[in-house]
T-cell receptor, first 116, second 111 residues
Framework: GAGVSQSPSNKVTEKGKDVELRCDPI?????LYWYRQRLGQGLEFLIYFQGNSAPDKSGLPSDRFSAERTGESVSTLTIQRTQQEDSAVYLCASSPTPGPTNYGYTFGSGTRLTVV | KNEVEQSPQNLTAQEGEFITINCSYSVGISALHWLQQHPGGGIVSLFM???GKKKHGRLIATINIQEKHSSLHITASHPRDSAVYICAVRGPGGGADGLTFGKGTHLIIQP
């Protein structure tokens, strides 16, 4: 597609349930990032995928969070046993093959997750 | 971990004014991004730079690597420029490092 597509755009879930968020990057973009933005807070890095390399999971806040990406296509972010503190906008971004510095990001419009 | 500081946190100005938003970071980087987040939450990447200066329309971004500082300027500001402007840096590892974000500058341009 023309941009980074995320679904669903909004998700309300009950505390304790699992949720799955989806990101469709721009075709040909090898790098894919997940970020989180809590209400009134700045953006937080969660996880980074680059091609078929092992992902950088250093930003995942707990073992309830996991993400997968098959090759250079769709990625899913899964949150198990959701907590109210997980309520946030989850943003996905993709970029072309990383060069020394010369590549930019395209952000999706985000998934607004509300845990009640 | 890089510390990214933006100033000011909030800025209200009149239409037509020249706007400057500053960003400082603590550790060497491979690139710095300026992002614009509109009230609906959508994020647009404005600039990515690793040295010097870039210009796009009324927007100008500069970076001083030695001083670990970047500025975003808006000339002839307009109410539609009202948004949160976010500075983000990528570590020296390049793509292997996720972005570290500043807390953003909330800009309001009044007609």
């Amino acid at each position: 597609g023309a941009g980074v597509s995320q679904s669903p755009s909004n998700k309300v879930t009950e505390k304790g349930k699992d949720v799955e968020l989806r990101c469709d990057p721009i075709s040909g973009h090898t790098a894919l990032y997940w970020y989180r933005q809590r209400l009134g807070q700045g953006l937080e890095f969660l996880i980074y995928f680059q091609g078929n390399s092992a992902p950088d999971k250093s930003g995942l806040p707990s073992d309830r969070f996991s993400a997968e990406r098959t090759g250079e296509s769709v990625s899913t972010l899964t949150i198990q046993r959701t907590q109210q503190e997980d309520s946030a906008v989850y943003l996905c971004a993709s970029s072309p093959t990383p060069g020394p510095t010369n590549y930019g990001y395209t952000f999706g419009s985000g998934t607004r997750l509300t845990v009640v | 971990k890089n510390e990214v500081e933006q100033s000011p946190q909030n800025l209200t100005a009149q239409e037509g004014e020249f706007i400057t938003i500053n960003c400082s970071y603590s550790v060497g980087i491979s690139a710095l991004h300026w992002l614009q987040q509109h009230p609906g939450g959508g994020i647009v990447s404005l600039f990515m730079l690793s040295s010097g200066k870039k210009k796009h329309g009324r927007l100008i971004a500069t970076i001083n690597i030695q001083e670990k500082h970047s500025s975003l300027h808006i000339t002839a500001s307009h109410p539609r420029d009202s948004a949160v402007y976010i500075c983000a840096v990528r570590g020296p590892g390049g793509g292997a490092d996720g972005l570290t974000f500043g807390k953003g500058t909330h800009l309001i341009i009044q007609p």
